[in-house]
């Protein structure tokens, strides 16, 4: 019998900072090489068959971190966007963002919108991308749009329920993400900081998640 994939798998790109500390570098480096990490790993998760990873990149809170350090973050993908515009035909999936937009710049904003085009027509592997995203800030926007809640799920910016989240860099915790998609989520915490997280890593994650028993509240 073939050992099931799951659907959907989330993980809190968690690290970065540390990552570079540890390597005597400035946090800016540990998300430069975290982003493309990234993309490296979103091109294993879909060889081994994962329909959908929705990645925690900025959250509604990551404002409060050092000026600087934001800046980087909002300033750096434009920048890697006029330098790899050529290249984007090499995304063979579907790229999405989720998360507030109205307080990105309008460079960064044209970034988005145009790798989501670019990408629009891809099936078989979806990437999405949490930024400037927050679980609670979701959930009220859904409900703010429809009170009705039957319609809760379609109302939300990512409607598919988690099968597994990663979390790495070793903290236990879900830090405001997908609260409602992780309901049943397999949960898991791996102590690799998300720069150093490696194919080897997301195979021995849904190895573990074979093994564990999936009820959803039920006996069997």
Known sequence: ??????????????????????RGQPRSYGHYQGALNLFRMAKEAKAMGIKVLTVFAFSTENWKRPDDEVDYLMTKPV?????????????????????????????????????????????????????????????????????DKNDMQGSLMQPLDV??????????????????????????????????????HLKNALKAYRKRHRRFGGLT
């Open 1 to 22: 019998m073939k050992e099931p994939i799951p659907n959907h798998v989330a993980i809190i790109l968690d690290g970065n900072g540390r990552w570079a500390k540890k």
């Open 163 to 200: 099968d597994l989240l990663i979390r790495t860099g070793g903290e236990q915790r879900i830090s405001n993400f997908l609260l409602w998609q992780l309901a049943y989520a397999e949960l898991m915490f791996v102590s690799v900081y998300w720069p150093a997280f490696r194919k080897r």
């Open 79 to 147: 920048e890697l966007f006029e330098q790899y515009r050529d290249r984007l035909s090499e995304l063979d999936f579907k790229v999405r963002f989720i998360g507030r937009r109205d307080r990105f710049s309008s460079a960064l904003l044209e970034v988005i919108e145009s790798i989501e085009t670019a990408t629009a027509s891809h099936q078989g592997f979806e990437l999405v991308i949490a930024a400037d995203y927050g679980g609670r800030d979701e959930i009220e926007r859904a409900f703010g749009h429809r009170l």
